[in-house]
């Protein structure tokens, strides 16, 4: 399996429910990003949280970092149709420069 | 303060004819990355580049593919020979020397590419 893996795949909830996806990679890492990308769009960047980071919130969003279990998670709280997208992680690998891994990414569909 | 701006937005070509890419950093970046995205997949890396400078090409494949960012002007991938494989969304992303968002990748809208 490849750097950065999300999970589920696909997730279909209701508008105001939370939705909480999850990235697994490999190699130590610099940081982890998350970005979203609505349908035949470009990425936009929505967090970016350190090794040496745990926790991080920005508005409906909350970010975990495990660096022991090589894992985040990326929750979205009162979900939205608007938040209807794709979501990746990405991770800046360790000696890797500069350059972000993606993963497959989560299709998340929030509905009305 | 524009983003980053890719062109075209869809390109069609037949297979052998060479496709040019062009992205334009946000202003202020020096930094601009290439990136490959086959359907229903993540983003594969491809090039990494300062300005003159190809810093990190790990990731493009090693014939008919080429990139560049002068001095002056966008910077430029180019694909020659095109084959049904290329085709693709390409995205190209910026980002700062320095600073806070140092690590953050701008995108750009990307780039369709169609092999006929």
């Known amino acids: 399996s490849q750097q950065g893996e999300e999970d589920p795949q696909a997730l279909s909830i209701q508008e105001g429910e939370n939705a909480t996806m999850n990235c697994s990679y490999k190699?130590?890492?610099?940081?982890l990003q998350w970005y979203r990308q609505n349908s035949g769009r470009g990425l936009v960047h929505l967090i970016l949280i350190r090794s040496n980071e745990r926790e991080k919130h920005s508005g409906r969003l909350r970010v975990t970092l495990d660096t022991s279990k090589k894992s985040s998670s990326l929750l979205i709280t009162a979900s939205r149709a608007a938040d209807t997208a794709s979501y990746f992680c990405a991770t800046d690998v360790t000696g890797g420069g500069n350059k972000l891994t993606f993963g497959t990414g989560t299709q998340l569909k929030v509905e009305l | 303060n524009a983003g980053v701006m890719q062109n075209p937005r869809h390109l069609v070509r037949r297979r052998g004819q060479e496709a040019r890419l062009r992205c334009s950093p946000m202003k202020g970046h020096s930094h601009v990355y290439w990136y490959r995205q086959l359907p229903e997949e993540g983003l594969k890396f491809m090039v990494y580049?300062?300005?003159?400078?190809?810093?990190?090409e790990s990731g493009m494949p090693k014939e008919r593919f080429s990139a560049e960012f002068p001095k002056e002007g966008p910077s430029i991938l180019r694909i020659q020979q095109v084959v049904r494989g290329d085709s693709a969304a390409y995205f190209c992303?910026?980002?700062?020397?320095?600073?806070?968002?140092?690590?953050?990748?701008?995108f750009g809208a990307g780039t369709r590419l169609s092999v006929l």
């Open positions: 190699t130590s890492i610099n940081n």
């Open positions: 580049l300062q300005k003159e400078n190809i810093i990190d």
């Open positions: 992303a910026s980002s700062p020397m320095s600073g806070r968002a140092k690590n953050i990748q701008y």
